[in-house]
Every structure is written in structure tokens, then in C-alpha cells.
């Protein structure tokens, strides 16, 4: 039983799990219906992506403002309702499979990579 960390829209890999759209946006152009079907997400929880504001900070000028970024990110995901979301994720972790992710090709410079830190931090168990 573990975690992994994956890019949404990606094949999904043998023993994966429960896919989680860690997202702000829901797919443009695919119907809810389909979302599982074309490898997204089984469910959205966008309440650990980043918030619009966030999105749009860091929007063009990933690598200069990509410290910046990652700093706000963690600041948004310390707020106690986060909190208690990546902890159930963590414990869920330790119990079934289950992926978390989002669409950004470049997982170094994409919430997913903090996303992945912080679950760590909360006792997540990681295949």
C-alpha cells in the first residue's frame, strides 16, 4: 500500500490506485463522464493545488519566481483545513494505493513536487 505522485492524463501504471486530481481546473474540452476513462483523475480535490492567485504569480516566470512560489504554496497548505486533507492522504497511504497529481509535464517545477514534500512530512508512505 503507498502513494505515488503522477502527471494527470498520463497511462496509469499497474497497482496505482485511486488517482486524486490535485488541481485548480477541471479539464478543458472532456466530459466529467470521461475523466477516469482518459487517465485524469478518478476524483478532483482541488483543495491542495495552488490557489488561482498563486497560479498566476508564477505563470510565465516559473524559474524566477519558482522560490517565491513554492514558499506561498506551503503557506497555503498550512492553513488547517489543508492540513487535515494531506493528513488523511498520509494515513490512507499506509493503507491502499492511491496517486495524487496534476497536468504540468515538468513535475521539478509544478506544485506536485512540494505536494510531494509536504506528504512526506505528514508520514506518507511512497511507492
Known amino acids: ?12 501504471l499497474p497497482g496505482e490506485g485511486l ?7 477541471l479539464p478543458r474540452g472532456v466530459k466529467k463522464s470521461h475523466y477516469a476513462k482518459r487517465d485524469y483523475f478518478d476524483l478532483w480535490l482541488p483543495e491542495l493545488a495552488p490557489t488561482d492567485k498563486l497560479v498566476a504569480f508564477v505563470q510565465g516566470d516559473v ?3 519558482w522560490k517565491a512560489f513554492a514558499k506561498r504554496y506551503r503557506a497555503e497548505m498550512s492553513k488547517p483545513s489543508a ?3 494531506l493528513g488523511v492522504l ?5 493503507q491502499a494505493d492511491l496517486s ?6 515538468n513535475e521539478r517545477r509544478c506544485h506536485r513536487s512540494l505536494l ?3 506528504l512526506k512530512d505528514h508520514g506518507a508512505r511512497f511507492k
Not at 500500500?1 to 496509469?12: D, E, F, T
Not at 488517482?19 to 481546473?25: A, K, S, Y
Not at 495524487?100 to 509535464?105: K, R, T
Open 83 to 85: 492540513k487535515r486533507v
Open 63 to 65: 524559474e524566477g519566481r
Open 19 to 25: 488517482r486524486l486530481g490535485t488541481v485548480r481546473r
Open 100 to 105: 495524487v497529481g496534476c497536468y504540468c509535464e
Open 1 to 12: 500500500m503507498a502513494l505515488r505522485v503522477v502527471r494527470l492524463g498520463s497511462p496509469r
Open 116 to 118: 510531494r514534500a509536504l
Open 90 to 94: 498520509a494515513a490512507l497511504s499506509r
